[in-house]
């Protein structure tokens, strides 16, 4: 599962952390268990800072909140990105002996220091990692050397920790989708999954909606919709009896034309519920991010496209409200190669006064085109993290 550590942390970067594979399953004897660590690094538009280095620590040990046993000189590190002479002119891990019950792997780019602008990331790697027996949740710290664009002097300052669920040999749940991103008022759609059997599977949607889908096969008819819904799956790992462990995936699915609740309405003269159409004309650079704030309930529409022949590009748009990461929705692009790229739709439901992050997972060439269709008069405005 992709996490972000949002502004606020004391961080002047920020950061999205990522395994692979997503579901983290503990070894087993022979059955041995290896997991990539993916740390993403990126800048703040408005808000550029200098990095000397970043440090990320593993917890050592067979315990349940340790993730490794794997000695220090057998694990592998490398970076993906960061080699432009600006953005650091490659960056190299020297993984340490364990200090603290802790494997300490700092990163440092050969020509320092880097200014993070907003406009890149660098991916920081950390494979060959074998996850020890012990079912539980480990900690996985990063810690950066920072200090704002020629101003003061460098600190360390530490991220929000990225959390790995370790969970019971062979447990997985994946591919949480809806049949259809967007249905008219009143229709119903079916919502799949990928999952393995013994965990149990519940769904929540809405301000109160819930019903145990363990039983179902994979799948869920929902009720009929009257308004955009969020659907939230919730997976629960406690097969060995210990304290459970929880996998939550989410989505939404957009109603058109949804039921309007209204109290107290007066209207004098022509009334217009959608407002005009804004066209996004600051969008996230190729492997960068950018945060930005919805003035009203609304949802953005638009397109991916990768260029032909390439890798397929990717969206990670995640809506936060009230401080909290209320969903994330991913859009891939379909390029085969050797034929003509194809567009691929993007359709994302915002409430009002929500904070959204946008991370374009692309490169060069890549197109990425989206307009805010608000259902009243507030914009969708780029903000500073």
Known sequence: MTQYARSGQGTLLDYRYKTVPTTVNVSAGDDVQRVRLEVTVSGRAGAPAQCEWVRITLPHGAEPEDLTLTDPKDLWTSAEGGDLPAHGNGWEGDPQDVEDGRIVVPFTPRRKPVLFNGTFSVTLVVSYIVVNEARGIAEIGVTERTRPNGQGSYENRPAAPFVVKKHTPGFFVDNFHPSHASVGNGETVTLSWDGSRGPTYELYWGEDG???????????????????????????????????????????????????????????????????????????????????????????????????????????????????????????????????????????????????????????????????????????QVIDR
Do not use: C
């Open 210 to 380: 819930y019903e145990d889908v363990t039983n179902h096969g994979g799948s869920w008819i929902s009720p009929p919709l009257e308004n955009t819904t969020g659907f939230m799956l919730v997976a629960t790992d406690a097969a060995d009896g210990s304290a459970p462990l929880v996998h939550a995936m989410t989505t939404a699915v957009t109603v058109e034309r949804p039921h309007l609740v209204v109290g107290n309405l007066e209207v004098n003269g022509v009334t217009r519920l959608q407002g005009d159409r804004q066209r996004l004309t600051v969008l996230p650079a190729a492997g960068a991010a950018q945060y930005y704030r919805a003035g009203t309930d609304g949802t953005l529409l638009g397109y991916l496209q990768a260029a032909s022949g390439a890798a397929g590009s990717t969206l990670a748009a995640t809506v936060y409200r009230a401080g909290a990461n209320e969903y994330t929705m991913r859009f891939t692009s379909v390029n085969p190669s050797g034929t003509p790229p194809k567009e691929t739709p993007v359709s994302l439901p915002v409430p009002e006064g929500a904070e959204v992050l946008l991370f374009f997972g692309g490169q060069p060439g890549d197109t990425l085109d989206l307009v805010w269709l608000p259902q009243g008069t507030g914009a969708f």
